[in-house]
């Protein structure tokens, strides 16, 4: 069975500031990793993803993840936070294609101005 | 990415009622998903409802609680039965296919029990 860690509840940043949210990951095999975005009174929105390939994955909103099998994390950054970041993370796994999700619990970004 | 609509988009019930949520999508898709999002918490998947066939739940769900119906390849309905103020929840539906690898969710119910 697949698991999926978020460490954080709340990550608060500063306008401006770089930001990560942290995420390690259980699966069997190669992973399917993604991250997805909920904002308020809205739906999940899908940010990005890592399949195979280069470990460092670039996904809407300027946001990147960089996968690391050895440390089994796909932490998800942003080189400069906007307020309008702020938003409930979520990070998710698959063992394959399609397949069901399994999300992480969560982590709330807060970017101060 | 698909275009993702429910209905209704929230709902307060009373106890021992039941609620039918309706998913549709704008394209043919193969997988379709539901999940519940409890107060403050994580998604939890409920039920995979592939067309043609019967739905596969996820341990902790069964069907005569969540019966989920998929008749077609663009729509799907969840209904959550004899609901008690525990089913209080975000319900969510998704799909995959089309040869992409990550799921669209829709902008889900937000169902009250009282």
Request: proline fraction near 6%; include cysteine; charge should be neutral.
């Amino acid at each position: 069975a697949q698991s999926v860690a978020q460490p954080e509840d709340q990550v608060n940043v500063a306008e401006g500031n770089p930001l990560t949210v942290k995420c390690t990951y259980s699966v069997s095999g190669n992973p399917y990793l993604f991250w997805y975005v909920q904002y308020p009174n809205r739906g999940l929105q899908f940010l990005l993803k890592y399949i195979t390939g280069d470990n460092l994955v670039k996904g809407s909103y300027g946001f990147e993840a960089e996968f690391n099998k050895s440390q089994t994390s796909f932490h998800l950054k942003k080189p400069s936070a906007l307020v309008s970041d702020s938003a409930l993370y979520f990070c998710a796994v698959s063992p394959n294609a399609g397949n069901m999700l399994t999300f992480g619990g969560g982590t709330r970004l807060m970017v101060k101005p | 990415s698909a275009v993702i609509s429910q209905k209704p988009s929230r709902d307060i019930c009373q106890r021992g009622t039941s609620l039918t949520i309706q998913c549709q999508v704008d394209s043919q898709v193969t997988m379709m998903f539901w999940y519940r999002q409890q107060p403050g918490q994580s998604l939890t998947l409920i039920a995979t409802a592939n067309q043609g066939s019967e739905a596969t739940y996820e341990s902790g769900f069964v069907i005569d609680k969540f019966p989920i119906s998929r008749p077609n390849l663009t729509f799907s309905t969840l209904t959550v039965s004899n609901m008690s103020p525990e089913d209080s929840s975000i319900y969510l539906c998704s799909v995959s296919g089309g040869g992409s690898h990550e799921q669209y969710f829709g902008p889900g119910t937000r169902l009250t029990v009282t």
